[in-house]
């Protein structure tokens, strides 16, 4: 007896949170750089952020590559005959693999140095392509039917806010004293970062009211370590204080202020996902 310890460990490390994060940041620069297609004050960034979000993809996907315990199997994913297309991972890779094509294909057309009907078209492709990769990285955690706080529809539509959240405050360090710019992207950062507050409050509602597992998982991530960067830095430094910052912003039709805000919205985003990646993980390490 005692002869032999289980040790509990968690199935999704830390490196996970910091490719959501990237993952994230990608995605909403996609956005912005179809975005300058028909908002014409975005329009400086339409180059910085195409390019800025395929170097990101590649640091995402070294992540994920260096995550598999013999990483050349990453090739894998790219043959069809060891494709599941039951499994969202493998509806995940070949997300990946069709957002980094068409990536290059609209840098390509970017630096003919013209505006073109192909060029808004790949673009458009590259932001329906981006979209997908904050999705499925929220459905990834949604099919885990017995994991609290992870099990919720709105997973997909938290990292979609998150992604034009984190995206708009790197759009708005990118653009510099652009005051067109900034205006626009404080009213993205504005409202993608309070329907991110909104989304935040009704996981919390659901998981403090459900059931044991629940409530030992809302018990983690409120107390402690992890309540102290996930309420702490994430919703109270990272949403609720930028969202008050970009409120007033809004209400004086004012830029200053944006770069903290935006800072502080990427410190939030950050926090956030790793949160909410690790902290109901570590329930299975206590039992």
Known sequence: MGDYVWFHDVSWHA???IYFFV??????????????WITPALRPLREKAAYLSLALLAIGGLLLIADLSQPLRFLNTLNPMYLSFTSPLAWGALNIVAFGVASVLYILELR???DSARGKLLALVTALLALGL???TGYDLTVHQSRPVWNTPVMPVLF???????GSAVGSLLSGGN????KVLREYMLWST???G???VSILGTTNYGGSAQELTFMILTTGTMGMIFVGVGILAGTAAPVAMLFLAHLKQQTTGLMIAALLILLGSAALRYALLMGPQQLQTLY
């Open 15 to 17: 490196s996970y949170a």
């Open 23 to 36: 993952i994230g940041i990608l995605a909403g620069l996609s956005f912005l750089s179809y975005g300058s």
């Open 112 to 114: 003919k140095g013209q």
């Open 134 to 136: 904050p999705i499925y």
């Open 160 to 166: 979609v806010a998150l992604a034009i959240a984190s």
């Open 179 to 182: 005051a067109e710019a900034q």
């Open 194 to 196: 309070a329907g991110v």
């Open 198 to 200: 909104v989304i935040l």
